[in-house]
């Protein structure tokens, strides 16, 4: 199911843009479209399109410039919402959206890494789509000791974005590895390659604010669709 809490239209546009200025598709200093075709071609309102743009002014991303119109600005210090997702499109880009498989509490398994103080933890079973397309297949462990209930309706899109508003536990920190493994079987049919098959798979140790290892993630990349990316700068 759709995951209810989806971030409004207007940041998943500022998060788009964001993402597509990461990827190299707009360069420092690029002079973006006329608004109004801009909004035509996402296929949202003007207002909905300054919404964003203002999001990406505030975020440091985008100088208005009165009469000329609006020039990418490169952050690098930029924390958006989706800054600890390293997963995008071929092409570059693209926008998460995630659909909820699954959502329970249960024992760690034995051979992962330590993570948290509760034998428990909130396992978490997404698809994430990247303009649609289903690319990462996502199963997150989340320590118990980190709530006392979470319920599928109080997940958001970004859940390090849930973590800081709901928990107040702030992701600052994660280790990724990427090894090659087979897809789980409760897979959906919509996520290539299939049950069985083996993919590239990212295994992901995150920290919270206090430095301690809370979440532990494994996320298999269907890589005729997505790229894993790690820029360095």
């Not at 203002?54 to 958006?80: F, P, V, W």
């Not at 071929?90 to 993570?115: M, N, Q, S, V, W």
């Amino acid at each position: 199911m759709p995951v209810k809490n989806a971030l409004p239209v207007y940041v998943q546009i500022s998060e788009m843009l964001i993402r597509d200025v990461s990827a190299g598709h707009y360069l420092d200093g690029a002079r973006l479209p006329p608004e109004r075709q801009m909004a035509s071609e996402l296929a949202v309102s003007v207002t909905t399109l300054r919404k964003a743009l203002n999001d990406m002014t505030h975020k440091g991303m985008l100088e208005k410039r009165q009469g000329s119109g609006n020039y990418i600005k490169i952050n690098k210090n930029l924390a958006s919402v989706y800054s600890f997702f390293r997963v995008e499109l071929i092409t570059g880009g693209g926008l998460p959206t995630a659909e909820l498989l699954g959502l329970d509490r249960t024992i760690k398994p034995a051979h992962f890494p330590p993570f948290g103080n509760s034998d428990e933890a909130y396992r978490i079973q997404r698809l994430r789509r990247l303009n649609g397309r289903p690319a990462v297949l996502e199963e997150i462990w989340l320590d118990g000791d980190q709530s006392a209930q979470i319920h599928p309706d109080d997940l958001s899109e970004s859940l390090y974005l849930f973590y800081r508003k709901s928990l107040n536990l702030w992701i600052t920190e994660a280790e990724d590895q990427l090894t090659i493994a087979a897809v789980p079987d409760w897979s959906p049919t919509t996520f290539n390659p299939a049950r069985g098959e083996h993919c590239l798979c990212a295994q992901r140790l995150s920290r919270s604010q206090s430095g301690a290892a809370v979440e532990f993630s494994l996320n298999w990349i269907d890589t005729n669709v997505a790229r894993y990316v790690a820029r360095i700068k």
